[in-house]
């Protein structure tokens, strides 16, 4: 049958109407946007999350005193399953319940095992093994007479190493006051990903008495160990947060197949054992800035103070690898435009490293006890252009960030050579200089904590990191070797 023709001119006659009126609605809906839209445009930019009832905080102190006076334990989750009392038959049925949930994935979910977000169960702890040991902190923290054999203030060490409460206080904030979309808590222990162990083991170390934190340890491995994910992975989707390189030592070799948030690999073996640690299953991660964030107004305002060519103050004597600060010392101290001081992250020594850090051009940034420097975060945040002389250092986030941008790698050999680093350092042209801290006001967020944790934040990239880690298709592996011996 032939369709019925509408007359051509009712078509042209309606045309324009039509258009009059998606104009009208368009002038309409601007002049709404316009209504809506703040006075004063900067102000979107100065509250980049404004949804939040408050502004992230990125002061360890003051987010913990928050986090404890304001948000209490959180025990009434009735969905969660951690086992407290554990039996045989416990580690069976949650093998069961996880192979069944694994069967739902694979026809579920077209890429798994990769997925997003990642999947986390926190385990729900006794309080002496989280919320009583940052009470101890929080009502410890001013006693600056406690100090470690070599003179740094205990609690600014502890700061320092504080990833696990930044890791822990996100996973577990409720939902609405998150920001990070790429990892998720879950109730239920057959559908995770990941195994999180809310264990401060860093504080236990310090501010506990010696047999104290042993006996402490030996209870925090017990209770993990026991558990039914536990004896069904041995740990290989576990997650510790072991950052100083004393905290946990006694007890490692027992959790040597878990994931564990390190500061560096230390290859001098003097810290962790042969075997105990890789990059294929651990994560590095940077130490908390013991200085304030110097933002872009800050960077600004101090471009034509930094009239120092060379900074460095910490301990100027260390062991290992950090043996290198003796060597440079000797080479530097007498140098024009140099500034080499001996002191400890306490609060005076905190100032002085700000000030000096922000009137730098560049910042000295040698090996420590261990690779790694809590000096070159300090030295980021600031705006000045670290140094880097560290030769088995290992990097946080190495496959996401490119420090080519914002640091100068230094080889010990050509480090120490009478006159070599001066003159090399001043051979660096100006437009280098600018674009480098140009890159570090944009590289400086990836490695400021915050509550809530923040996109492109340190705990987000852990997760990004943590997406590529080999535990997933070794895991997956393991389910097909078991899928096939079921068929």
Known sequence: MRAKQIPSSLTRSKSPILL????????????????????????????????????????????????????SPNHDRTSDDTVRTVLEDDVG????????????????????????????YVYEMPTKFTYD?????????????????????????????????????????????????????????????????????????????????????????KWVTDQPAWKRSEGRDHI???????????????????????????????WYKPGQVSLEKDLILPYVPNVDLCDRKCLSESESKRTTLLFFRGRLKRNAGGKIRSKLVAELTTAKDIVIEDGTAG????????????????????????????????????????VIISDELELPFEGILDYRKIAIFVSSTDAVQPGWLLRFLKGISSTQIREMRKNLAEYSRHFVYSSPARPLGPEDLVWRMMAGNCNFPLNFLDFKLRLNSNV
């Open 20 to 71: 009059i009126v998606f104009i009208i609605s368009l002038i309409f809906l601007s002049f709404l946007f316009f209504l809506s839209a703040p006075s004063d445009p900067t102000r979107s930019s100065s509250r980049p999350y404004p949804h939040l009832p408050i502004r992230p905080e990125t002061s360890f102190v003051a987010s913990l005193e928050h986090f404890l006076t304001r948000k």
């Open 93 to 120: 049925r949650f093998d069961e319940r996880k192979f069944a949930k694994e069967m739902d994935w694979v026809h579920g979910e077209p890429y798994y095992p990769l997925s997003m977000p990642i999947r986390v």
């Open 133 to 221: 040991l940052l009470w101890l902190f929080r009502n410890t923290y001013r006693d600056t007479s406690n100090l470690t054999s070599n003179g740094s203030p205990v609690h600014r060490l502890i700061e320092q190493h504080s990833i696990d409460y930044w890791l822990w206080a996100d996973l577990i904030a409720p939902a609405s006051e998150r920001l990070l979309k790429n990892v998720v808590r879950v109730d239920m222990q057959e559908e995770a990903d990941l195994f999180y162990v809310p264990f401060f083991t860093t504080i236990s170390f310090f501010l506990l008495e010696k047999q104290q934190w042993k006996a402490l340890y030996r209870e925090a491995l």
């Open 240 to 270: 510790f947060p072991i950052h100083h390189p004393w905290s946990f030592k006694s007890v490692r070799r027992y959790v040597k197949n878990a994931i564990w948030l390190l500061p560096d690999m230390d290859s001098t073996g003097n």
């Open 347 to 386: 609060e005076g020594g905190k100032a002085a490293a700000q000030k000096g850090m922000r009137r730098s051009i560049f910042c000295l940034s040698p090996a420590g006890d261990t690779p790694s420097s809590a000096r070159l975060f300090d030295a980021i945040v600031s705006g000045c252009i670290p």
